[in-house]
């Protein structure tokens, strides 16, 4: 990075006093919380424009990188097709487009393609442009789509007559962007988001032809820590509303054959009682947290399904988190995680050929593919390592023998055999076993010289999988190995490791993220002066809080729309997702959660200090974190840092908290990230 005749961006101090349970703040930038103030765009684009001349001497190599991860893409692409209710779906890219094309195959697939979706068409007057759930009706004649054209996860849902391709003057605004048809196909169901909060809170029956404003609300969730959602059931019989939040859920039903009749509600919220429901058969089935902090599955019939009358299936394990279910006519399907790897458990109704899917590599991630039919010995899984790219199986659960489908394409001459992965245990301060997964190029040397990324996440009980990414093999290729650190507030380790890393016990993901650091380094795989960070969103508070607490331990940090206003955030009801997470991080309208948050909340604790290098994103349009949050900590971090190192915030004016909607655009945010932590390593070099 070049010293840029640009002076950095000062932005101006506005003092706002905040008092909370007598406690006394004072927010210098508290007035960058409004995006139609011509002020706060004239300060957006001036970061943007520093940060484009402090990385100018980089441009030819990011457009290069870029150019580079683009050729590992197979453009001419198209997905694994799958079969429901008589025709084949698939979607496909053409060269160089940047959305795909949705199409279909009535009864084989050797029939006539219909495009039922042309993206590429559709997106073309738009610089966003996103696709929510795709939803055909039972007689294969509409289809029912969410369309988002500003990226805050604010879908309009359309429909489409497929027998003559004509878009239906239906329009519905302000949606999930999913939506679920009743068996009449003259009906469907879907959720409204509050206009404020955009949290699900209603949910709406419309009839094909009459306004969204003649749609019969048939629920309303008032409690605003709850947010809801509508499917299907995988027996197609059931239509089902889901009214969740962090550590309760109730959930609705109806005969899919009805959808003018009234909804039952399943088993009335317990506050602390989780569950989540399918239907097969003739019986509901019920993952629960009841009696099992590691969730165990339950059944019941089909009329008297209130808790009292539910069933034991699989106890509760002790050492397995139990995660999802899928249903056959002979088999069922069990998605679990035993010391934070995936592993999928068939069993059959009667008791026999009972076995677990057998796969060969230390660390992996499997999971349960897109297997809409139950009447098949087939089940369609995913898998794919930190060195084996996503990879798409039919497994015959009889015969258990394997058939890939599709290895997804890496040209550019990609060899597995070239890269090697680890996973080790790091013992945090407190004694806890943390994972951390590993890989690098096979000639990285062990000599604690190497400039190393470490990643995590650790929040929501989101578990960070040891994924694969091509775009990541042009660090692996420059010397650079990348460490995933599985910290607790992901649920990799089964539910305590959440438990653990949520609200009074917060900080333990931070620490376990600067232990997996210091063991990085005493290990040789790295030094400080070599060792770079990177988290996003809730991970972007984990990058917050790591450089208050551990400044000296990395060389560069990059921090994705980062949720770094904790306190002042978690304070206003207003703002999408607050109430929703009460749960997560605390209320902080209750003292004791209050002081807890400050004490470790990025902004809250930003101090006159030496940083190290950062490059901070976030999207104007972001729903999720709000683009003044990372706004604030930069102007702040300006005002204090005692040091000369680089601190860039770039921010996307036409996205939002998923940035570029586009298979490409998507790579020049990754061409930008890399140059920056490359360029810090000296190796921004052609």
């Not at 996440?457 to 599985?486: N, Q, T, V």
């Not at 109430?579 to 604790?605: A, I, L, Q, R, V």
């Not at 349009?621 to 000369?644: F, G, I, N």
Request: aromatic letters at 14%; glycine letters at 6%.
């Amino acid at each position: 990075m070049t010293t840029t005749n640009i002076a950095a961006p000062l932005a101006k101090r506005d003092p706002k006093t905040l008092v909370t349970h007598g406690d006394q703040r004072i927010d210098d930038y508290f007035w960058l919380n409004d995006r139609e103030n011509p002020e706060v765009i004239a300060y957006l684009d001036a970061e943007n424009a520093y940060t484009k001349a402090a990385m100018a001497d980089t441009q030819v190599f990011q457009d290069n990188l870029y150019t580079e991860m683009v050729a590992r893409f197979k453009q001419d692409d198209q997905s694994v097709p799958y079969f429901e209710n008589g025709y084949w779906y698939q979607n496909r890219f053409e060269e160089g487009a940047e959305y795909p094309v949705h199409t279909r195959k009535k009864g084989s697939l050797d029939a006539p393609e219909e495009i039922i979706l042309n993206m590429p068409e559709m997106a073309k007057d738009h610089s966003y442009f996103s696709i929510g759930s795709k939803n055909v009706s039972f007689n294969n004649r509409y289809l029912a789509f969410g369309q988002d054209t500003v990226s805050r996860r604010i879908y309009t849902i359309r429909v489409r007559d497929l027998e003559t391709g004509e878009f239906l003057s239906d329009e519905i605004p302000n949606t999930t962007g999913a939506a679920v048809w009743a068996k009449d196909n003259t009906h469907f169901f879907y959720t409204a988001k509050d206009p404020q909060t955009l949290r699900g809170y209603k949910i709406f029956r419309h009839k094909l032809g009459t306004a969204a404003e003649a749609d019969v609300e048939v629920f309303h969730e008032a409690d605003e820590t709850f947010d809801l959602g509508v499917g299907i059931s995988k027996s197609k019989k059931f239509i089902v509303i889901g009214s969740q939040q962090t550590i309760s859920a109730e959930y609705l039903y109806l005969d899919a054959e009805t959808p003018e009749a009234a909804f039952t509600i399943f088993a009335p919220r317990v506050r602390g009682l989780e569950y989540d429901i399918d239907h097969f058969g003739d019986r509901f089935y019920i993952r629960t947290n009841l009696e099992a902090k590691n969730f165990r599955l339950m059944y019941c019939g089909e009329t008297a399904t209130t808790q009292e009358h539910w069933q034991e299936l699989i106890p509760h394990r002790d050492d397995v988190l139990f995660e999802g279910m899928e249903f056959f006519k002979d088999y069922y399907v069990i998605s679990e995680r035993k010391a934070g790897i995936t592993q999928l458990w068939i069993r059959t109704w009667t008791g026999q050929n009972e076995h677990y899917i057998p796969f060969a590599e230390e660390a992996y991630l499997a999971y349960v593919g897109t297997n809409p039919e139950s009447d098949t010995d087939l089940l369609r899984i995913g898998y794919q390592s930190l060195t084996t790219p996503n990879s798409t199986f039919d497994y015959h659960m009889q015969t258990r023998a394997f058939t890939l489908l599709k290895e997804e394409p890496v040209l550019g001459g990609f060899n597995k055999e070239n890269y090697r992965s680890e996973r080790h245990f790091v013992t945090a301060r407190d004694g806890a076993l943390v994972p951390i997964s590993i890989v690098y190029h096979r000639d990285f040397a062990m000599d604690g010289q190497q400039p190393l990324l470490l990643y995590a996440y650790g929040s929501y009980g989101y578990s960070m999988e040891p994924y694969f990414s091509s775009s990541r093999l042009s660090l692996l290729d420059r010397g650079f190995a990348f460490a995933i650190a599985h910290i607790r507030g992901g649920e990799e380790m089964g539910r305590h490791w959440y438990e653990n890393g949520k609200l009074l016990h917060k900080k333990n993901t931070f620490y376990d993220f600067i232990d997996c650091a210091e063991w990085l380094i005493a290990n040789s795989y790295t030094n400080s002066s070599n060792l770079y960070a990177m988290g996003g969103s809730a991970g972007g508070l984990l990058m917050g809080a790591v450089v208050n607490l551990r400044p000296d331990l990395w060389k560069g940090v990059v921090a994705s729309v980062p949720f770094v206003d904790v306190v002042t955030t978690m304070l206003d009801d207003t703002i999408p997702l607050t109430t929703f997470e009460y749960d997560e991080w605390g209320n902080p309208n209750e003292e004791e959660y209050y002081h807890y948050m400050k004490s470790y909340s990025p902004y809250d604790n930003v101090e006159p200090k030496a940083y190290p290098a950062m490059l901070i994103t976030t999207g104007l349009h972001d729903s999720q974190v709000q683009y003044w949050e990372p706004a604030k900590w930069v102007a702040k971090l300006r005002l204090l840092k005692t040091d000369q190192h680089p601190l860039l915030l770039h921010t996307n004016m036409e996205a939002g908290h998923g940035g570029a909607s586009g298979r490409f655009a998507r790579l020049k945010e990754t061409a930008r990230e890399w140059t920056f932590l490359l360029d810090l390593a000296g190796k921004a070099v052609e």
